[in-house]
């Protein structure tokens, strides 16, 4: 069985991980908010023209009104819904990508330090994969070489 991590271990670089995520948070809010907004002035206004122009009754229209109030409030709260799983997936992600820069910065150190025994290790799955096999090479030949 696979054991939970906990929500302080996914985020590993809280610079870039939030920067990011906030920034999409950001764009996405205010396009939701001017689009419900022109939604919602373009139906008002539609519902207007159509009031006058055909003497709708005023019950017709409030309960028009009403049922687009609705939608707008279902859709609002299930794009923030699809914002909220966009932002897990992204720190799952960027968990991937930004979790390797740990143990490479570590090998890296420790081949400063003059260990070329050392090697560096990720999981499966992990971004920079093909840098750990590359500074795990320049081990070795540092190894060889002294």
Request: aromatic share 16%; proline share 2%; net charge positive.
């Amino acid at each position: 069985m696979k054991s939970q991590r906990k929500f302080s271990s996914i985020i590993i670089n809280p610079k870039y991980q939030l920067k990011v995520a906030f920034y999409f948070f950001a764009f996405s809010f205010i396009t939701l908010g001017f689009l419900v907004w022109y939604f919602t002035l373009s139906i008002k206004n539609s519902l207007s023209f159509l009031q006058k122009t055909y003497s709708i009754d005023i019950e017709v229209i409030e309960s028009i009104q009403n049922n687009l109030s609705s939608f707008t409030n279902v859709m609002s709260l299930t794009f923030i819904g699809f914002l909220i799983t966009v932002f897990l997936i992204w720190l799952k992600i960027s968990h991937r990508i930004f979790g390797p820069l740990v143990p490479l910065t570590r090998h890296i150190k420790e081949l400063q330090n003059g260990n070329y025994s050392s090697r560096a290790m990720l999981r499966e799955g992990d971004f920079l994969i093909e840098l750990k096999d590359e500074l795990n090479l320049l081990a070795e030949n540092l190894e060889n070489k002294k």
